[in-house]
């Protein structure tokens, strides 16, 4: 084997080895009042829940945007979720507690797009909790602006 085909080889692996653990990736940690438990979302698990979109402005980017995710009561209601609030925590240690009502009121998106591309941690992602504000005049208030989590990563049900 020549130089050259061993380092195409040995970046063909770590390619291979890089898709296998973005795959394994758990995105999501659902804890608290579910059945069974805790469970963890990778992007193949969430992305199979059924697609939903949104079109919104949002108080922190200009104009509006299109986000793609599920909504956040089609996965409590498959995880059998009971409590009266959730707790829902990001990557830069935000935490907010967002009442049940709130998903059952309103189509509350949880996004993993935005405009198409995926939501990287730069940009808010790789999940934001997202509100139709646009659709609602009540939802436009800091009240409800707490709890558009970014980077969001656990939910614990309560
Ligand atoms: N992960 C995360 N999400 C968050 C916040 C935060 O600090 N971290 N701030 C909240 C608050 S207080 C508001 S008003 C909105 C907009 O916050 P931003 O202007 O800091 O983006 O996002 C909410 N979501
Ligand atoms: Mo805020």
Do not use: C
């Amino acid at each position: 084997m020549t130089r050259q085909t061993g380092a195409t080889v040995a970046a063909l692996i770590l390619v291979g080895a890089a898709a296998v653990a973005e795959q394994q990736d758990p995105l999501l940690q659902v804890t608290g009042r579910i059945d069974g438990g805790t469970v963890s979302l990778d992007r193949t698990a969430l992305e199979a829940l059924p697609v939903t979109t949104l079109e919104t402005t949002t108080v922190v980017t200009d104009g509006t945007h299109r986000f793609t995710g599920f909504l956040m009561r089609d996965l409590l209601d498959r995880l059998g979720a009971g409590g009266d609030h959730v707790s829902a925590l990001a990557l830069n240690d935000y935490a907010v507690e967002i009442p049940m009502a709130d998903f059952y009121d309103y189509d509350v998106v949880v996004a993993y797009r935005m405009d198409g591309k995926a939501l990287h941690r730069a940009d808010k992602g790789p999940l934001w909790i997202v509100y139709p504000r646009d659709d609602h005049a009540v939802l436009q208030d800091i009240r409800y602006d707490y709890r558009w989590v970014w980077q969001l990563y656990q939910l614990d049900v309560r």
